[in-house]
Structures are given as C-alpha cells and as structure tokens.
Nanobody, 126 residues
Framework: QVQLVESGGGTVEAGGSLTLSCSASGRTFSNDHMAWFRQAPGKERDFVAG????????YYGDSVKGRFTFSRDKGKNTVYLQMNSLKPEDTAIYYC???????????????????WGQGTLVTVSS
C-alpha cells in the first residue's frame, strides 16, 4: 500500500522560508510523477510543483516560480519543497501526490494523481 507522509509545515512571517518533506513508501518508483498541490480555505486544489521521477525534471506553477524549489532524494524516496520569500497568499494545506501513469500533459492536473498524503498546513503571516 502506497503511503505518503508530509512534514515541515508551520507558521512563518512573510518573506520567510520553510522546507516541506514528503516520504513515500509501498512503491518502487520509476516512471512516476510526484507533485505538490495546495488548497486554501474555500478554494480549489492548485498545482504548486511537480517532478518527473526518472529524469528529475521539475515544473512549477506560475505563482511560485522563482521562489520554490522541488527536489528529490531517490535513495530515500523523499521529495522536498523549499519555499522562499513566502507570501500570505501561500497560506494553504500542502499535499504531495503520486501519478503512476506519468502523462506529461496531466502533470499539473490533480485528478491524474492516485496517491495523496494527509497534507501539512503552511501559514504565512503578514
């Protein structure tokens, strides 16, 4: 059974930084997509960043490009989201997810992902 466990959320002042982690178990990764999505209260779940597991190529949502960095440790089956220059509008629950079919055109689509973590709350105060 695939399990994803996120950690690293918390409260930070605007302009600060946080690093989220997501550890995955129960699956041998090859041609997967992993991604971070976020959901603010009353809003839809939005794509934040994604990675093609095999190549390590990363993709970012427009609102976080240049501020967030997505990386992976293949040996630990763990991904990280380094978040810098945080803004109050970054406040949300952040989820990591896995898409085992890894169709590139679907990388930013939450419905393509089969496995989800429980989420970790990030609050950015102004």
């Amino acid at each position: 059974q695939v399990q994803l466990v996120e950690s690293g959320g918390g409260t930070v002042e605007a302009g600060g930084s946080l690093t989220l982690s997501c550890s995955a178990s129960g699956r041998t990764f090859s041609n997967d997509h992993m991604a971070w999505f976020r959901q603010a209260p009353g809003k839809e779940r939005d794509f934040v960043a994604g990675i093609r597991w095999m190549s390590g190529h990363t993709y970012y949502g427009d609102s976080v490009k240049g501020r967030f960095t997505f990386s992976r440790d293949k040996g630990k089956n763990t991904v990280y989201l380094q978040m810098n220059s945080l803004k109050p509008e970054d406040t949300a629950i952040y989820y990591c997810a896995i898409d085992p079919r890894a169709i590139l055109s679907q990388l930013r689509v939450s419905g393509a992902y089969d496995y989800w973590g429980q989420g970790t709350l990030v609050t950015v105060s102004s």
